[in-house]
């Protein structure tokens, strides 16, 4: 065997196939709306992050070819030196209004907005204190620091003030990260007792509010806005591939925070700008969410209508205080065969499983959508009562 065959990683391979977690890509063909048609199958959709419907929206489309035939199909260099345009500037003066803000910074990728700030922000001689249930992008963000890590009980304020106390005189700044909203969850972070603590012992704060953009708050602007903190919390990171539907990410804070990461933020700096079409599309979202509650209302009235059903039927959907609804399941092969079996049955929902959460804490994720029709969700929980019957969730 040559080393070009690359068999450590086929033995890999191997082993997720052993333990029942192997998967193939599923393929989408058309729009990614409450039905889809997936993998040759048209089945509901319960695993979009497209909380509001937007990602084909009429609006959202005619904007997107507008700007395309204006400015072309891409920006063509980094901001730093011609990919910078005007709808571009435009659309982060739009998001600072829509935030409650001074400023907002849009990256390439929510992602990139972690990976780009926490590395900006925190240095040799700072403490970056993290929930352990924060996303990857925190995790991997604050590897790229140069400060010093440490980690709090999930939510528990009595142990962040433990560790708060126990390092406040040993670095010169203490950033205290969180999710807004816990995406495997769905449970809301205790943002008004973490300013508090912040604030007492005067150190930073940083929300990645990714599952909160466009849902919590007056017409989506997050948990910020849920909790009326404006002008607390010091980084608010934003997600524009979700609730917005398009791609990109963004971070809102002050002047300062602003001109800071045009300098600094590596990815910003090193990787072209957002094409003009998304620009334009997200534009017309935010416009859109300024307009009216609608969007934000029907996807909580759908949600809401969706657990109480789920709920009914015997499953365990955890203590999910948001859109998002866990169906839990345990181990890992099993949420998975449970995951197949829905998708043969006409229901998409993707098992989440180790490394993402926890070994033996597997479930499916139940994304419920403002597009979803009441017909659509009565539909899914009965899929959902016969394949748990057939396997022995319920």
């Not at 925190?122 to 352990?132: H, W, Y």
């Not at 991997?140 to 999930?154: F, M, N, P, Q």
């Not at 499983?353 to 994720?365: I, S």
């Amino acid at each position: 065997m040559s080393v070009h065959d690359l068999k450590f990683l086929q033995d890999n391979i191997q082993k997720l196939k052993d333990d029942g977690v192997y998967r193939r890509l599923p393929v989408l063909s058309g729009a990614n709306e409450a039905e889809v048609d997936l993998n040759g199958k048209k089945v509901i959709n319960l695993s979009s992050n497209n909380y509001l419907g937007f990602a084909n929206h009429p609006r959202m489309k005619e904007a997107s070819i507008r700007a395309t035939e204006k400015y072309g199909v891409g920006a063509g260099a980094v901001r730093t030196i011609v990919g910078n345009m005007d709808i571009l500037e435009q659309l982060e003066e739009l998001l600072a209004k829509f935030k409650r803000e001074e400023r907002a910074f849009v990256y390439q990728s929510g992602f990139n907005c972690n990976a780009g700030t926490i590395q900006a922000i925190a240095e040799d001689g700072d403490l970056i204190v993290s929930d352990e249930l924060n996303h990857a992008s925190i995790i991997d963000g604050s590897r790229l620091s140069r400060a010093k890590k440490t980690i709090y009980k999930h939510s528990d304020m009595d142990d962040l003030e433990r560790v708060i106390k126990e390092n406040r005189d040993k670095y010169r700044n203490i950033l205290i990260i969180t999710d807004g909203v816990f995406s495997m969850d769905g449970d809301i972070a205790k943002l008004p007792e973490i300013v508090d603590i912040a604030e007492k012992y005067e150190c930073l704060t940083y929300v990645d509010d990714a599952h909160g953009s466009g849902v919590l708050g007056e017409s989506g602007r997050g948990t910020v806005d849920h909790f009326k903190l404006h002008g607390r919390i010091d980084f608010t990171i934003g997600t524009l591939s979700k609730a917005i539907g398009v791609i990109g990410g963004y971070v809102a804070g002050s002047n300062a925070m602003y001109e800071w990461l045009v300098h600094r933020a590596r990815p910003v700096l090193f990787s072209t700008a957002l094409p003009p079409g998304s620009i334009a599309a997200i534009t017309e979202a935010i416009k859109m969410l300024m307009e009216t509650t609608e969007y934000t209302d029907r996807l909580w009235k759908n949600a809401e209508y969706f657990k109480g059903k789920m709920a009914g039927a015997g499953f365990d959907i955890g203590h999910s205080e948001t859109p998002i609804t866990p169906v839990m399941v345990g181990g890992e092969a099993k949420t998975m065969e449970f995951s197949r079996k829905l998708l043969e049955n006409g229901v998409f929902v993707s098992g989440i499983v180790f490394p993402t959460v926890p070994v033996g804490t597997g479930r499916l994720r139940c994304m419920v959508t403002a597009s979803h029709t009441e017909e659509m969700l009565d539909r899914a929980v009965e899929i959902f009562k016969k394949t748990g019957a057939e396997i022995g969730i319920i």
